[in-house]
């Protein structure tokens, strides 16, 4: 109802005219009637009052739609769109009810599945309330076992998921080296090198929502130790037939020693768990001897060396008699040159009479002197005799020359 006063006490019978001086009535009728000015005329008066009306159409907004949630992500509280109304605009923006914000934009962590509503107020006090759902999505239980932590390179280590399938869509191992692995849920994992590597494991969801394990996973790949030794004296001989063996193993910490030794026929001497142990090998005779030594680490690793020799070398010695009776009575009977070290198949013996010629020759040095000259044909007299002999050492190579005489009394 539009009313005009006149020196402050309401008038009813005047006209009212619209702008185009149209008569209008008194009643503004906000649903058909267009804004705009308006004019009262009094009978008989002299001034015309004037009313300005304006319409504030309802106000529009738009808002997000329903939308799924990954379990600690955000849901974006945006106003897209806000038409009509009057300023200035007041926002609520409600999460199952509770207010979380009042700005046209804003963003919230929901802890569970609820109903997001935004309330808007105009300057004419003109509320509008739109409202969407989310759908939280539980988190996923990230979860896996290592059948060990700790192992020697290079020995592999097995990895398998203990998650909930049904949980999961995709499935990636994370390295701190950059090594991933997707969509194996058990993996055999060896490394290049030795070290200590990070593992986490990423699980994905059907609805692209991830979880990561939060805590990585320590594996270390220990180096093994390199089995190593020196020995002292090398060579050495059957006079000296002990020798000193040093540790020289690299690596971590030595807990434990396996020291095997072995004769030229793999047959096992003796051993020992000392670090530096200290072996007597036979002085009856030289040869070559197999060492093998095992080490274990304080990591549980160990190597073995591979197997080496140390040498015990003979001394080059011989004996021959100065006199023999090669008379058959068995007794004393041939001349054999005896020795140690001598070289088989470098030896030469031979037997001169007094005129400088031979009667007997050997390269065998198993092969005796029966006190016959030319095969047996004759046999030498009784008296002195003149020798010379060339023997080699088997363990040196050392050459000698050697010369003599021996006497046949029969």
Known sequence: MMRDSLDGSPYFMGEWLDALENPFSDTFNVAIDNPGVYYHFIPGGCDTAELVISIVNPMTMTTPNDTILCFGSAVNLDLYTLSEGKAPYQYNWTYNLETVATTDHAAYVPDETGEVCLTVQDGCATEITQCFQTDLLPPINVAFSADTTASCWPEMFHLAIESDPTTYTFSQWLFSNGMSISNDDDVEVMFETPGNYNVVLKLTNAAGCSSISAVPLTLSSYAPPVAG??????????????????????????????????????????????????????SDYGGDYTIQLEVTDIHNCTDVITPSTVSVDDILQFYIPTAFTPNGDGVNDELFFEGADIDPTRFEFVIFNRFGEVIFETTDPSVPWVGSIRDGQYFAPNGPYNWIATIVSVSTGVKKELSGSVLIAR
Do not use: C, H, K, R
Not at 238 to 261: C, H, R
């Open 229 to 282: 030794y020196v020995a002292s004296p090398q060579p050495t001989d059957i006079m000296n037939p002990e020798i000193q063996f040093t540790d020289m193993t690299e690596g971590y910490p030595i807990v434990s020693y396996a020291w095997t030794f072995y004769n030229s026929s793999g047959e096992l001497l003796g051993g020992s768990a000392a670090a530096n142990p200290t072996y007597e090998f036979s």
